[in-house]
């Protein structure tokens, strides 16, 4: 999550302080994701720095809790910018889950369906979590609805991947041992093609 841009949508509103900026900031994320306030203040200095926000006054703001900020029309344009850039999703981003089954074929004695089994059961529970904490929402709290639906899909996303690879790893050929190479450089080259 960009906090940089984040501020940068808040200020789009009209001048506001540093605590008002926090505070915004967890009721407009579903306040599940506290922002420190000195983080903040760290932003607004590196945004007034490099002339995206400035002080209400004109002046030096240094970050200071006194101090109200305004966006620029730099600082407009880099906002423009970042919300109508896609989300980078190529090459895969290193994930933790994935790492681990790939890690585990690799590891004599791991006992592969057992280990995907244990991570879906994890999953199902926390959708079935998510999913009564969705029930329990207003219509009102919309913000934290649309977290917890793209929690949900995601988790789902990751549920289907263990099945499939569930499944892969059962039509794996018996010749798979532990001493041959997991892949070629090639591999990365094909996947990083998908870019282009």
């Known amino acids: 999550m960009s906090i ?6 808040l200020l789009s509103e009209g001048p506001k302080y540093g605590l008002q900026l926090r505070q915004e900031f967890e009721a407009r994320t579903g306040e599940v ?3 420190n306030v000195g983080q903040v203040y760290t932003t607004l200095q590196r945004l007034e720095r490099d002339g995206l926000v400035e002080s209400e006054d004109g002046g030096s703001g240094g970050g200071k809790p006194q101090n109200a900020f305004v966006i620029t029309p730099a600082g407009a344009d880099e906002l423009t910018k970042w919300l109508l850039t896609p989300p980078d999703v190529v090459p895969p981003p290193r ?3 994935v ?3 790939l890690v ?4 004599p004695g791991v006992d592969l369906p057992q280990l995907l089994q244990t991570h879906r059961r994890h999953l199902v529970q926390a959708m079935q979590e998510y999913t009564r904490l969705k029930a329990d929402l207003t219509d009102a709290e919309v913000e934290l609805a649309l977290v917890v639906d793209s929690e949900l899909f995601r988790i ?10 569930d499944a892969r790893l059962a039509r ?3 010749t798979a041992t532990a001493d041959r190479p997991a892949s070629t450089p090639r591999a990365g080259r094909r996947i990083a093609g998908i870019r282009r």
């Open 156 to 165: 789902e996303g990751i549920i289907r991947w263990l099945d499939i690879a």
């Open 33 to 35: 994701w506290p922002l």
């Open 104 to 107: 585990a074929m690799r590891v």
């Open 95 to 97: 994930d933790e889950l």
């Open 172 to 174: 794996r050929p018996a």
């Open 99 to 101: 790492m681990k089954v």
């Open 4 to 9: 940089r841009h984040t501020l940068l949508a």
